[in-house]
């Protein structure tokens, strides 16, 4: 069975200030790993996604992750924030085949001008 | 724009009550999948279709069923509906589901947001 913990529900942070949201998963097989963002009253888009290689991953605003398979996390920052990433954000992961994919409970980033 | 369209966006329905929603998948896309996101629950999986077969089942009650058709649009059939039903619920779809697990990423819709009243 695989599992995603996201242990902050809520983070405030102010503009330009940098930002980590927490992500934890459990799996027994190798895993492809998402972040997700879902704006006010839309639905979810992807951020940024690990499937192999480079442990990095980058998202086209500024976003990153480390996918760290010995401490299984894949953790989102964000060096400097703006008021538009104010949103919420949700880790997921899937195992390879058929598996379904299996979302965090969520984090909504606040961000304060 | 991602490209998956679900109708109607918004449902205002009484107790009892049956609804069905209609998720549209991206083009090429044979995967459907449906999520239910409420407050207290967060994002919930319910089920997922490939090519109109069911591949997996989540939290998805007796009361809820769904199906994907030959078009590969998808409903979801929600009855007996009660108030702990009220939630937005997603549709997603993605490019496959092979066996060499190449199916990446879902793209999700606006979604619809159920009111039972």
């Known amino acids: ?7 902050d529900s809520q983070v405030p942070v102010f503009e330009e200030a940098p930002v980590e949201l927490r992500c934890n998963y459990s799996s027994s097989v190798s895993v492809y790993l998402f972040w997700y963002v879902q704006y006010p009253n839309q639905g979810l888009q992807l ?4 499937l192999s290689g480079s442990t990095l991953v980058e998202s086209i605003n500024g976003f990153e992750a480390e996918f760290n398979k010995s401490q299984t996390s894949f953790h989102l920052r964000k060096p400097s924030v ?3 990433d ?3 954000y949700f880790c997921a992961v899937r195992s390879g085949g058929y598996q379904k994919v299996t979302f965090g409970t969520g984090t909504k980033l606040q961000v304060i001008p | 724009d991602s490209g998956v369209t679900q109708t109607p966006k918004h449902l205002i329905t009484a107790t009892g009550q049956r609804v069905t929603l209609r998720c549209s998948p991206r083009s090429g896309d044979l ?11 967060g994002l919930q999986f319910l089920i997922q279709y490939y090519n109109g077969e069911e591949r997996a089942k989540g939290n998805i009650l007796e009361r809820f069923s769904a199906q994907q058709f030959p078009d590969l649009h ?32 879902a793209f999700f819709g606006q979604g619809t947001r159920l009111t039972v009243v």
């Open chain 1, 1 to 7: 069975a695989q599992s995603v913990t996201q242990l």
């Open chain 1, 47 to 50: 951020l940024l996604k690990y």
């Open chain 1, 82 to 84: 703006h008021i538009s």
């Open chain 1, 86 to 88: 104010t949103a919420e």
């Open chain 2, 31 to 41: 995967s459907v999948y449906w999520y239910q996101q409420s407050l207290d629950q």
């Open chain 2, 74 to 105: 998808s409903e979801l059939n929600l009855s007996s509906l009660e108030l702990g039903d009220s939630a937005l619920y997603f549709c997603a779809s993605s490019v496959a589901n092979d066996p060499g697990g190449r199916d990446t990423e």
